[in-house]
Each structure stands twice: as structure tokens, then as C-alpha cells.
């Protein structure tokens, strides 16, 4: 059985009257639209309602599934320790999806837990659930920093797993939205905040869920939104099937987002399968991209492609351009996978007789010995982005003030201590973001005096 209805959902505790004490009233626009949610529900009657939550245990590489047989939990921490609920959990449903989830790759599943006690995020929901209908267990799953695309998988595992079950399940996807809509607000204003919230609940009301990947993360992060992937976990669920959406509530007169949408799935629907569509596209694009990358990022590609597949070292191909057979250079070779960091490697000064060799053998040291990921998988390959920036010579400087954070690298040196830091990267906007973050890689406190240097590089994509 497909799942019956999902739903979009805030978490603020103050919107519980034993925690306002009256401030509850600011938000009633939200409160009756919670309200009517619960009625929904309560009509629906689902054997099991799973909520994802940001506040539930969250890794960078991994989705947590709470394990175990029950959970409870209460406002405690908001001065209202009374309200507390004891909640049964679905565990068969749980392992069907650890069991789904190992089966193909994706890391999810009940190890790691470390926050037992149900979190505000499915606290919120449970308190307006609990008040029309009790008949249910519960399935809470955490977020994490992996990419959307995942985030989506495993919303179609989660529905994959209740239809192996059988389950009759309700979807609640709790999480606030920007949390900068107002100055007076707790976390003051950006301008990416009312612009987030305006683009999240156009995408939700139209259940525009493909448009729910584009929103850049940079973005995200500047709207200090909070539900993003909860509701792209929820998108996932309701993947390849025709949905009727309807907007219950949005306010911000807190300073932050609170939007509540309700989705009800239909009929089959292959044009909704918008993960399928995302992939094609960017598969297209990335093929396009090889064919026309120049000779030191096709000769990356030709090593890592090699050491993947075969664990052999590239051989120096026959007609490469002088600059790369003859010369010698250090050089970086990052790779990204849909648009994050999947590894980098590099030299500061030559090490090789070429080059060529230099890019061969930091290429494959990227793609398996970069120490904060793992090796990358031969599946991978098609959704890989690889640059190679071939660096300058380094020239001692005296201070910040000679450093430029588009157009200069930079050194960091303290004794035997040494950090590099790549010009014009995403999210370093500042020469002080660099230097610290430079201090930071060769294990530096931020208040010790360094000797710097800057380079130039040429980069190829």
C-alpha cells in the first residue's frame, strides 16, 4: 500500500501553550492549520506515521533510523516538562528500510544513536497528532549532510518499504523554513530569507518537487533554512505518483518561516519521477562536458577512470602538448560529485619528471586516498566533475594585505607546519577566510603569527 498523505510541518515549541504561555497566539494562522493537519490524519487512520526531523540524530554521511521498540520525550528543555509522550516505534518497518537501504548502497539504517529521546521536531507534530487520534507507531528518521539526490532515494525507499510491509503510513516531514525573515527576529534578517520562503511554499503548493534540487546550497545556508531535506526526504515518497497539494498556513511574523502544506498521492504518474529526470539531464550535461574538456582534465579523467576500474597507474599517453610532457609543475586535481567536494589532491612544487605524471598521480591519489572520503566507487564515474589547477611558483610576501582571495593561493607556514589554500573556491569570499581556513588544514590556532606565500594557477575544467 502506497503511502496515504504526506504532510509539511514547523516544529516551533513555542506553538505548544504549556511552552507560549500565551506567545502561541502569535502564530494562530499556524495552530489551526496544525490542527486541521491532525484531523486529516485522524481520518486516514495510519497503522504507522514516519517523520523526518532535523533535530533527530544527524551524521554527514549517514541516515539514522531510530532503532528499538518505543521512545519518549517532552518539552522539558522549554520549561515544560509535563508535556512528554511515550511513543511505540514500527521497528519491522525500521529494518525494512536499513535492509532496503544496504541492499543498494545508500548509508541509512539504526546504528549510531545518540539522542534516544524524541526530538522537538516530531515532538510538535506529536502534540497536535496525540490530541485526535492514538492508534499508531512511529518511524522517526534523522537528515543528513550527504546530497539531495540522496536525501530523495531515501524517501523512495521509505515508500518502497511500506508498500512491502503493507503498511497504511502518513508522512509528516517537520522543519521550519528561513529563520531570517525579520530583523527583530532571533536571528535577524537576509535577504535570502523571504526569498527562500517565497520559492519553497510556490514549489510546495504546485508539488513542484524536481524544483525542490535547485535550490542552491550557498542559498540555503544564507536563509538558514531548516526543513530543506526533510521535505526532499517526503518528495521522495511520493515519487512517480500524480499529487494533489494544498497550502494550509505560512507566517513569519516570528522572524522565522512556518509553513504547513498538505499532499495527497493519486495515480501512477512516470512524469513525476523527478530524480530519473534530474539524472538524465545531468548525465547529458556531464557527457557534454568530457568531450570538450582540454587535455590536462581528460588526462585526470583517463587516470581515475583507470585506477577505478582496473587499480592500474595511467601510463603517459603519446602526444600530449609540451606543456604537459616536458614541463615540470605542481598541481591540484579536485573531483565533485553533484556539486560537492568528493576529493582533492595535490602538490605545491613538481615531484614528478612531467607535468603529466604529476596530474596521473594526483588524480588517482584523489579519487582513493583523499583521508576524508572514501574511495570513489566505479558507479560513480558518470556523476563526477573533475578540474586541475596547475600551480605557479610560490613568492614569499609579507602580509594578508598582499593576497588577493580570487586571484592568489596562499601558503601558511609555522615551523614544520604547512597549509595550502586553492584561490576563487565556493564560500571563501574573504582573505581572512583563507588564511584561517589555510591555519586550520596545517593544524595552526588561529592566533599564531605564520610566514605566508601566494601563488597563481591556472585552472582547467
Not at 365 to 378: E, K, L, T, Y
Amino acid at each position: 500500500m502506497p503511502i496515504l498523505a504526506a504532510y509539511m510541518v514547523p516544529h516551533p515549541p513555542m506553538i505548544v501553550p504549556e511552552v507560549g504561555r500565551g506567545s502561541e497566539h502569535q502564530i494562530e494562522a499556524t495552530r489551526s492549520a496544525y490542527a486541521r493537519v491532525a484531523r486529516e490524519i485522524a481520518a486516514l487512520a495510519p497503522e504507522t506515521i514516519i517523520v523526518s526531523s532535523p533535530h533527530a540524530t544527524m551524521y554527514a554521511d549517514y541516515f539514522h533510523i531510530s532503532p528499538g521498540v518505543s521512545a519518549e520525550g517532552s518539552f522539558a528543555r522549554f520549561r515544560a516538562p509535563q508535556v512528554r509522550f511515550r511513543e511505540a516505534y514500527d521497528a519491522e518497518l525500521a529494518r525494512t528500510i536499513e535492509r532496503m537501504a544496504i541492499a543498494c548502497g545508500l548509508p541509512a539504517g539504526t546504528r549510531g544513536q545518540r539522542e534516544p529521546a524524541l526530538d522537538h521536531g516530531t515532538l510538535v507534530p506529536l502534540y497536535f497528532i496525540r490530541q485526535v487520534y492514538a492508534d499508531f507507531r512511529l518511524v522517526r528518521v534523522g537528515l543528513s549532510g550527504l546530497p539531495l539526490e540522496d536525501h530523495y532515494r531515501l524517501g523512495q525507499l521509505i515508500r518502497r518499504a511500506v508498500e512491502e510491509t503493507g503498511r497504511r503510513a502518513v508522512y509528516v516531514a517537520s522543519g521550519d523554513l528561513s529563520h531570517k525573515l525579520q530583523a527583530y527576529g532571533p536571528y535577524g534578517y537576509a535577504p535570502e530569507g523571504p526569498q527562500y520562503d517565497a520559492r519553497i511554499m510556490d514549489v510546495c503548493e504546485r508539488a513542484a518537487f524536481g524544483e525542490l534540487f535547485d535550490f542552491d546550497e550557498g542559498f540555503c545556508e544564507r536563509a538558514a533554512e531548516c526543513g530543506h531535506r526533510s521535505f526532499v526526504i517526503m518528495a521522495g515518497a511520493l515519487d512517480g505518483v500524480a499529487v494533489t497539494a494544498e497550502q494550509f498556513s505560512h507566517e513569519d511574523v516570528t522572524g522565522v518561516g512556518y509553513g504547513i502544506c498538505a499532499f495527497h498521492p493519486g495515480k501512477p504518474d512516470e512524469g513525476r519521477r523527478f530524480l530519473d529526470i534530474r539524472q538524465r539531464a545531468q548525465s547529458r550535461q556531464l557527457e557534454d562536458a568530457r568531450t570538450k574538456c582540454d587535455p590536462w582534465v581528460d588526462l585526470a579523467w583517463q587516470s581515475v577512470e583507470r585506477w577505478v576500474r582496473e587499480r592500474r597507474v595511467l601510463d603517459v599517453p603519446e602526444g600530449l602538448p609540451k606543456a604537459l610532457a616536458h614541463r615540470r609543475a605542481g598541481a591540484f586535481v579536485s573531483i565533485h560529485k553533484q556539486g560537492r567536494l568528493r576529493g582533492c589532491i595535490g602538490t605545491i612544487a613538481p615531484t614528478r619528471d612531467s607535468l603529466a605524471e604529476e596530474i596521473i598521480h594526483n588524480a588517482i591519489s584523489a579519487a582513493s586516498r583523499d583521508p576524508r572520503f572514501d574511495p570513489i566507487r566505479p558507479d560513480e564515474l558518470p556523476w563526477l566533475e573533475i578540474n586541475v589547477d596547475v600551480l605557479g611558483a610560490p613568492e614569499d610576501i609579507l602580509s594578508e594585505a598582499e593576497l588577493d582571495v580570487k586571484r592568489y593561493g596562499v601558503i601558511v607556514r609555522k615551523g614544520h607546519r604547512r597549509g595550502l589554500l586553492l584561490p576563487d573556491l565556493e564560500g571563501v569570499d574573504t582573505v581572512r577566510q583563507q588564511v584561517d581556513i589555510a591555519k586550520q588544514k596545517a593544524g595552526i590556532g588561529p592566533k599564531e603569527k605564520v610566514e605566508l606565500q601566494r601563488f597563481e594557477v591556472v585552472r582547467h575544467r
